[in-house]
């Protein structure tokens, strides 16, 4: 299993004619697929495997979305050099801090690791280092970033990837979703040399490490306000008790979800909290002709919905329609509302743009959009390098960001080209 396009830029890549011949498909683990470790005992053989193996370790977990309640693991893929691969069920153990010690000191090897990290850090697992695959493989300017894309496009195999959205809780496990999972570590530690290769040849492996490290040390996301506003499709209400009617369900509907461990999305859907909100019915029979009320929980549990509806229906705290933000509004009405910020926006954007293109990533990882968009809506008072340099890194960009970005910025805030004649509805 060794990479076939080693020594090659990443613009190289991109530019290579794709290939007619089929690729060797990635179907089997070179070891075979391993046995589900879940018991104590397999934990404890599996922590003194990993802790004398050589090298990073490959993880990876598999959540059970749309199925269950909350974003936990249910399964736990491991592979290091000399130690094999090892499959893990956290359900009946609940505390893997036992190979978190195994690893101590560790590089991590995980892909899109911002959506695993948290479901392990659950577990009692972090990493000391991390690698994160999908990440390396945006700041190095390859085409298509998935999984299986990037091990394509770099080792030269096919990875299939047909149980990605399974219900991982299912128990037992199937021997062809276990197969899946041990591939989705087998070459992580391969894909890492390879990523290493082309950032190192264009040299944005630093970036990369600043990258990894801002993850790793991020602190957690504060608890949401208001996370019932986030209902789909609630953006169609305008009426106040209608809002108290979406909160006031969407909160039940939590609550059953959790003690039933089942994605509240399975009971009944954001459409419907919506649908009813709308409607305010008084009885179960108005509710259940209400036009898009529907879910598996729709009928059964439609008592409880009904006085979810009643005790919105009279209760006086009413939620507000909006709630404060320090986020810059939308940039389509800046023109009309701040035209110095539009202009400072319209400039900056293609000229970002333009300096992603020479350095061969995508704008987004060269700038997060958020920063620009706070930064060019209230700028310092006085715009200079060191204001400009200093407003980054308090929103939390990172050095590498700043300094390819800092001078764009201050050169275009200072000079904005001006508004297109019909830029106030434009973004």
């Known amino acids: ?3 076939q396009t080693s020594g090659k830029s990443a613009s190289e890549l991109s530019a290579d004619e794709p290939d007619t011949a089929p690729l060797p498909v990635l179907d089997a683990p070179r070891e075979g697929v391993p046995l589900v470790i879940d018991s104590v005992s397999g934990l404890e053989r599996a922590a003194r ?9 490959g993880i990876d977990a598999e959540r059970a979305s749309g199925f269950r309640y909350g ?18 069920d956290p359900e009946p153990l609940r505390d893997l801090s036992i190979i978190n010690e195994a690893l101590q000191g560790v590089e991590w090897i995980l892909h899109a690791s911002t959506q695993d990290l948290p479901c392990l850090s659950e577990l009692g697992m972090w990493p000391d280092k991390l690698f994160d695959t999908e990440l390396a493989a945006r700041l190095a300017g390859l085409p298509r970033v998935g999984l299986a894309a990037v091990i394509e496009n770099l080792l030269g195999f096919s990875l299939a990837k047909e149980h990605s959205a399974a219900d991982w809780s299912t128990r037992p496990l199937p021997e062809p979703w276990l197969r899946y999972a041990a591939l989705d570590v087998e070459v992580l530690a391969e894909l890492r040399v390879e990523l290493i290769k082309l950032l190192e040849a264009d040299g944005k492996l630093a970036y990369a490490e600043e990258e990894f ?12 306000t208001d996370p019932w506003r986030r209902t789909s499709g609630m953006h169609q209400l305008r009426d106040r008790r209608q809002l108290a009617a979406v909160r006031e369900l969407w ?4 609550q059953l979800a959790e003690r039933r461990d089942t994605a509240p999305g399975r009971l009944i859907p954001d459409a419907a909290i919506v649908a009813a909100a709308r409607a305010m019915p008084s009885t179960v029979p108005q509710l259940l002709s209400t036009p898009g009320f529907h879910g598996r929980a729709a009928h059964k549990e439609a008592p409880r919905w009904l006085r979810c509806i009643a005790a919105a229906r009279e209760t006086q705290d009413l939620p507000p329609l909006h709630i404060p933000t320090n986020s810059p509004p939308p940039p389509r009405v800046w023109a009309r509302n701040d035209p110095a910020a539009a202009a400072r926006l319209h400039t900056a954007k293609p000229r970002l743009a333009a300096l992603a293109e020479r350095l061969n990533m995508p704008v987004e990882n060269l700038l997060t959009p958020d920063h620009l968009r706070r930064v060019a809506w209230r700028p310092p008072a006085v715009i200079d390098l060191d204001t400009i340099t200093a407003a980054l890194r308090g929103l939390g960009a990172r050095e590498w960001q700043i300094q390819q970005t800092a001078a764009v910025l201050t050169v275009a805030f200072l000079d904005p080209d001006p ?9």
Not at 72 to 86: K, P
């Open 251 to 254: 909160q039940e509907r939590e």
């Open 71 to 88: 974003q936990r693991a249910f399964l736990v893929q491991i592979r290091r050099e000399g130690a094999g691969t090892w499959l893990i």
């Open 1 to 3: 299993m060794t990479a």
């Open 419 to 427: 508004l297109p004649e019909k830029e106030t509805e434009k973004d």
């Open 49 to 57: 495997a990993l802790a004398a193996g050589t090298g990073p370790a």
């Open 213 to 224: 490290e801002a993850i790793r040390t991020a602190d957690p996301a504060p608890p949401r």
